[in-house]
């Protein structure tokens, strides 16, 4: 099954970007659900404001994913009066949504990854301090560690640190590569102002 990640992004936009980013969110999951799109919130940094978000990123799977990249990919204008500053002159408010195959991250390769083995501490009383059955991962490439002792059995507590070396290192590369796309759309904030490939018209 295909999978994508999405980040939506205000950038360095103010309370009123904030303000579209959640309602995009919104607008995203009622559109998933109906073309029968899987998305899972990855994260969500929450603004200064009650109901507004600096960035929503999603992981979304299913085989209708391009129209969705189509409609959504690039800088997204929301025309609206601002429910914060009813006086403020300005109506127009932007953000980034930035989007990437997953197939993108480097592939996982479970020879990158050294174990070494110690006693568990804990539980179990002295049975458990005779054999060294906790296991500590280290992906070679990242420097990102795990440690497991779950279980008594080091096969198993092997296991339990790889898969969860792997959760953890797809999620650092996502955030590495959602980073650069980030700046990337903040170098050119300015210019993709007049170049929406979205606009909606209505209230925040």
Known sequence: MEKIIIQITSGKGPAECCRVVTCLHQMMIAQGKALNIDMQLLENKPGEINGTS?????????????????????????IAQSPYRPNHKRKNWFVGVCIFDIKELPPWDSKNVVFETTRSSGPGGQNVNKVETAVRGTHKPTGLQV???????????????LARLQAKVLAWQTEELI??????????????????????????
């Open 54 to 78: 600096l960035s929503v990123t999603l992981q979304a799977a299913g085989g209708s994913l391009a129209v969705f990249v189509e409609e959504w990919g690039g800088t997204i204008q929301w």
């Open 147 to 161: 440690f497991a002792m779950d279980s008594r059995s080091q096969l198993e507590n092997k296991k339990l640190c």
């Open 179 to 204: 980073a650069a796309q980030q700046t990337r759309w903040l170098q050119h904030h300015n210019l993709e102002r007049g170049n929406a490939v979205k606009v909606i018209r209505a209230p925040l």
